[in-house]
């Protein structure tokens, strides 16, 4: 996410011409003369978070990751919540790992809710008949009816998964870290519940063995690992319910933060983390969920099985 969308004024007239000049010139790719008029702006407003931020994208853009990570540092000291995610930038200049901080992620999403649907269609995203698919056939090698008394959906977004699934559930609850997200999903009226709420969380405050389905489609490469969902999605699955969800893959080991800012997670590490929450692998299976650039993005489809 830029900090372009978020900024409001700094408070000093000049200070905000030069933001929006500079912003001018990054989005014409000239980040070397962006980088020197926000160095400008931030000698006269060293208190602006936001012009520090785009400091660091400029510098960064330019290939001056000594100076970018001098930027983002600063940005983060005067934001310590995290709104702008200067810690992943400073993570993947160092080629590391971060968590996202909950006010990124709720931010970013705010940003996009109005456009999300649109945006998804034209990624030629996936997620929904890929999830749909996945779980009939995960019900089809158990033998059993592909219908659910209650769902979890976790990330709900604008709900493109909930309206591909609700035929199949009885009673559906979704939960989205983006009260706007949330808005949308409620326009459609196929959710019996909605909340807003970080979806670790959400799992922790609900009753164990509650559900025999959740799932989560394009929300988990927001996590750097999976642990924790997937202990918690463990305990609040009834002996004998599932867990569908999507999420990117790439060719290396363990969690790899890409260049777009959401998490990969290794196949290998997948089954690992999944046989350590105390889940089975009942499908697993290779597909890309999206495009970036034309090109499909590497992806993984799972569906878990709490056995007992």
Known sequence: MSAGRLIRSSGDP???????WA???????????????????????????????????????????????????QALALDPGDTF???????????EVAS???AYVRVLFDQYADRFDVALARLDYRGPELIDRALEAACAALERPYAFARGLDLGCGTGLVGAR???????MEGVDISPNMVAHARRRKIYDAL?????????????????DLIFAGDAFCYLDGLGPVLAEARRVLEPGGLLAFTTETHGGEGVL???????????????????EAGLALRLLTDEWVRKEKG??????VVVGMRES
């Not at 909340?195 to 559900?211: I, N, S």
């Not at 290794?266 to 690992?272: C, F, G, I, L, P």
């Open 295 to 300: 090109e499909p993005v590497p992806g993984l």
């Open 257 to 275: 933060l890409r260049d777009t800012l959401r998490f990969a997670h290794a196949e290998a590490y997948v089954r690992a983390a999944l046989a």
């Open 14 to 20: 000049l200070v905000d011409r030069r933001i929006d």
């Open 23 to 73: 912003r001018a010139l990054m989005q014409e790719g000239n980040a070397a003369d962006a980088a020197e008029l926000l160095a400008e702006a931030v000698a006269r407003a060293g208190h602006y978070a936001p012009g520090w931020f785009l400091l660091g994208e400029a510098r960064e853009a330019a290939g001056d990751a000594a100076q970018a990570r001098e930027a983002f540092g």
């Open 195 to 211: 909340a807003v709420g970080e979806m670790v969380a959400f799992l922790k405050e609900r009753p164990a063995r509650e559900a």
């Open 100 to 102: 996202m901080s909950e």
């Open 85 to 95: 995610g200067a810690a992943l930038r400073l993570a993947r200049l160092e080629g």
């Open 165 to 171: 699934l609700v035929q199949r559930i009885g009673f």
